[in-house]
């Protein structure tokens, strides 16, 4: 080979006095930041920022598969996850659960009847979870099982909690949210990963400005 011609040069930065916009970097202004933030989120594995689990889409399918790889004959309840963490007496929601005909719901870990009047502690976190369905796991309640997993992902977002009786409960969820935490990212784009945009504010601080001074330092 004599000569190859036409590559554009890996970096050629501009000496540009005019522009003092203090966000300007070498990234921005060489354009290295817009190729960085596509190449994360086309190649990016999301991880949830609270227990560093790896994050995946599940579809109903294969949730219904890893439940009927459960057990012969185990007890399960299929929670649908409606407050986690919020404080408040969630009057709302629990009325809104009895109005749609559910009899049973899962507050902070006890079982409650919807019939029952329920108060709760306004200035507490709480955990609500309807229970949607209890099955025992055994061939020929897939159609069942499907139906109420969809009840659930449309009451709770895309999350789902699997109780089983003496057993560890398995958590589930449709969307990139960490089913553990519960911790719920946007499908990574290139925006994410942006320090001029809301959506690449780090989940803590919600907060671009601290993202913002790491990246420059
Ligand atoms: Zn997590």
Not at 4 to 9: T, V
Not at 59 to 67: F, H
Not at 191 to 215: D, E, T
């Amino acid at each position: 080979m004599e000569s190859i011609e036409g590559l554009s040069p890996a970096i050629s930065i501009d000496q540009k006095s005019t522009n003092r916009n203090p966000r300007s970097t070498v990234g921005t202004v060489t354009e290295i930041y817009d190729y960085m933030r596509l190449l994360y989120a086309r190649i990016g594995i999301p991880h949830c920022p609270k227990c560093g689990k790896e994050i995946h889409k599940q579809t109903i399918d294969q949730m219904v598969d890893q439940i009927m790889a459960m057990p012969e004959r185990a007890k399960i309840q299929l929670l649908a996850p409606v407050v986690r963490g919020r404080k408040g007496e969630h009057a709302k929601v629990l009325e809104h659960a009895r109005k749609s005909g559910y009899v049973r719901v899962r507050i902070d870990g006890n079982l409650y009847e919807l019939s029952e009047e329920i108060k709760l502690e306004k200035n507490i976190k709480h955990n609500i979870e309807i229970v949607v369905d209890r099955l025992i796991v055994k061939e020929g309640i897939e159609k069942r099982l499907t139906d109420s997993i969809e009840t659930v992902m449309e009451l709770s977002n895309g999350l789902m909690t699997v109780d089983v009786t003496d057993g560890q409960p398995v958590n589930f969820s449709q969307s990139f949210s960490c089913p553990d935490c519960g911790v719920s990212v946007d499908e990574v784009e290139p925006r994410s990963f942006s320090f001029n945009n809301p959506f690449g504010a780090c989940l803590n601080v919600s907060a671009w400005g601290i993202r913002w001074s790491l990246m420059r330092s």
